[in-house]
C-alpha cells in the first residue's frame, strides 16, 4: 500500500466534503432548504446529537465492563438505565421531529424485519446478503 502524505490526504478530504459540511453559510443555505421541504431541523440535530452522545456514554459503560473489568453491580445498572432514558428522551426528539410515534416505528421494523428474516428466526445469511431495498 502507498503512503499517503497528511498534507496531501488533508487536501483530499477538503475536497471530498459537501459544501454544507465545510461552509457555514452553505450549512444556513441547506438547513432553511430543508425546513422548506418540511423538516423539522432543531428537532432532528437535537436528536441526532442527543442520540449519538448519549448512546456513547452508554457503550462506554458497557465498554468498561467487558474489558476493563468494571463490575457489572446495581449501581452500573442504573448508570446504564439512566443513560438509556436519555437516548429515549432524544427518540422522543425524533419521533416529534418525523410525526410518529414509538408504535409507528415498533411497526415499520416489526414489518422490515419480518419481510428479512420469514421463518421468524435469525440468518446470518440473509443479515449481509439483503434484498433490494432491505435498509
Partial sequence: MATIEPNKYIE????????????????????????????????????AFGMSAECGELVEIIKKIFLQGKSYNE????????EAGDVLWYMSQLCIALGTTFEELMEINYQKLSARYPEGTFSVYKSENRKEGDL
Avoid at 459540511?21 to 444556513?28: A, D
Fill in 12 to 47: 483530499f478530504v477538503r475536497q471530498t466534503t459537501s459544501p454544507a459540511s465545510g461552509e457555514y453559510l452553505k450549512l444556513v443555505e441547506r438547513l432553511d432548504e430543508l425546513e422548506t421541504q418540511g423538516a423539522n431541523v432543531s428537532r432532528l440535530m437535537t436528536a
Fill in 75 to 82: 449501581d452500573n445498572i442504573i448508570h446504564m438505565k439512566k
